[in-house]
T-cell receptor, first 115, second 113 residues
Framework: GAGVSQTPSNKVTEKGKYVELRCDPI?????LYWYRQSLGQGPEFLIY????????DSGLPNDRFFAVRPEGSVSTLKIQRTERGDSAVYLC?????????????FGSGTRLTVV | AQKITQTQPGMFVQEKEAVTLDCTYD???????LFWYKQPSSGEMIFLIY??????QNATEGRYSLNFQKARKSANLVISASQLGDSAMYFC??????????FGAGTRLFVKA
């Protein structure tokens, strides 16, 4: 597609449930990132994929968070046993390279609300 | 450790005037890149401008320019001839050639008619 697509745009879930957030990057972008943005703050790095592999997952807050990118395109961020503190906007971005001078192209985000 | 600091939570500017949004950074790396992004109320982050640490000229992109002062570790964004559509959150970001780009807390810009 022309841009980075994220689905769903909004997700409300009950505490303790499992959720999956999907990201479809720009075709040909091998670098894919997940960020989390809490209200009034800047995006916080979660994980970076180069192709199919997670090159840097140092931002994942704990082992309830996991992400995959099995074919090097679409990525899924998975959150187990959701907690109210997980409520945030989850942003996905892609680029040709991690230090691209052209910056990242971001999706519109998934707003996750845990009740 | 890398760090980005944006000290202005909110800024007001009159339409058609110029405005400067401040950004300071901290890194021990010699090679790095600085970015500015705009986030309108719709939520999507939009890349505006890039400055490499070895670039000799300050970056410019249309009405956006970056006032890069390497010794002071500052990378301020200048928006000339502000428009109502410039009202948004603005984020400064740093990449040191690694995998992650880190973002500041942002500055909310309000353009007054």
């Amino acid at each position: 597609g022309a841009g980075v697509s994220q689905t769903p745009s909004n997700k409300v879930t009950e505490k303790g449930k499992y959720v999956e957030l999907r990201c479809d990057p720009i075709s040909g972008h091998t670098a894919l990132y997940w960020y989390r943005q809490s209200l009034g703050q800047g995006p916080e790095f979660l994980i970076y994929f180069q192709g199919t592999g997670a090159a840097d997952d140092s931002g994942l807050p704990n082992d309830r968070f996991f992400a995959v990118r099995p074919e090097g395109s679409v990525s899924t961020l998975k959150i187990q046993r959701t907690e109210r503190g997980d409520s945030a906007v989850y942003l996905c971005a892609s680029s040709l390279a991690p230090d691209s001078r052209g910056g990242y192209t971001f999706g519109s985000g998934t707003r996750l609300t845990v009740v | 450790a890398q760090k980005i600091t944006q000290t202005q939570p909110g800024m007001f500017v009159q339409e058609k005037e110029a405005v400067t949004l401040d950004c300071t950074y901290d890194t021990s790396d010699q090679s790095y890149g600085l970015f500015w992004y705009k986030q309108p109320s719709s939520g999507e982050m939009i890349f505006l401008i890039y400055q490499g640490s070895y670039d000799e000229q300050n970056a410019t992109e249309g009405r956006y320019s970056l006032n890069f002062q390497k010794a002071r570790k500052s990378a301020n964004l200048v928006i000339s001839a502000s428009q109502l559509g410039d009202s948004a959150m603005y984020f400064c970001a740093l990449n040191t050639g690694g995998f992650k780009t880190i973002f500041g807390a942002g500055t909310r810009l309000f353009v007054k008619a």
